[in-house]
């Protein structure tokens, strides 16, 4: 998947200068032409593209980045060695453009490790979105071992810079409490800034944190409604088997809307059928006991085998309890 555009480049006087802020700036005026092109511009952009003459001077912020480039030359994005030119030299928007190029396999052989290399080198010098990259890299494995520690640590960071994909992830990982100390408070902070950004994946965990959360909260129902809230607005996918189930249990024990069993039955069935293991056991289990549905012990007993091949041994159990 191609990666996007995150935030825009940093506004200190070192990225003020140009992209490649090493060479600074050389003073040049040309006269510009008909199509809003100067003449330098040009003879700078034909050595990059390759198009006859020599490029002796290092392109401009314009070019490289589009930002005001003219019509000429739209959409047109320089080679990678002159890209990895710039990011040897120091520049932190070059350094992060070949980690793009690499990652995707954009202009240049895919290369994940040479793309992890560059977005180390652009993250340690403070841009959020290569941390963010690099977080999800590291997290994942990609081109590397994974090291989920590190991972939390550049992803924290790019959350601290507002990139709103990291805000998810971070909290996410902060309310499972995989490889980081379970923290369902900060995992709120960071989720409600990703669905208030618009981020639909933060809907879920979201809900779940304000459910988990709700015993410690100074209003207790006010905290479970907003969890049932964000899990109705979930389950509008129907495809989430995780806000389905999730929803099912809302709707099951009354927490956050009102008891409804049978539609708590609909709604955990569905995931059942979706393959969520979880959602099987707790269909089998509603339907030994006959809650929200009518008591079939053959049904349940499908349920528990369907879960007890993901694995649940508690599905397991129950079988064994009725042979």
Known sequence: MAMAFLTPFPTNSVAAASPFCSFGRTGVQSKPQPDGTSSRTKLLLAGILGLGGRCCRIPSRSF?????????????????????????????????ACGEAYYN??????????????????AEQGLPKAQYFLGQMLLHGEGMRPNRVEGFTFMSLAAQADIVEAKYAVGTMLLSGEHVPKDAVRAIANLQAAADAGIKEAYCPLGMAYLETSSQASDAKAQEMWGAHYLGRAATDATDSKAQYELGKVYLYGTGAEKDPNRAAELISTAANMGLTSAQHHMAMLLLLGNGVEKNEEWAKYWLQEAAKQGCTKSQEQLNSMA
């Open 64 to 96: 490289l980045y589009g930002e005001g480039a003219s019509n000429m030359f739209a959409g047109v994005k320089p080679r990678v060695q002159i890209l990895e030119k710039a990011a040897k030299m120091g520049d932190f928007n070059a350094q992060y």
């Open 105 to 122: 396999g954009e202009r240049v052989k895919q290369n994940l490790p040479k793309a992890a290399h560059y977005f180390r080198m652009a």
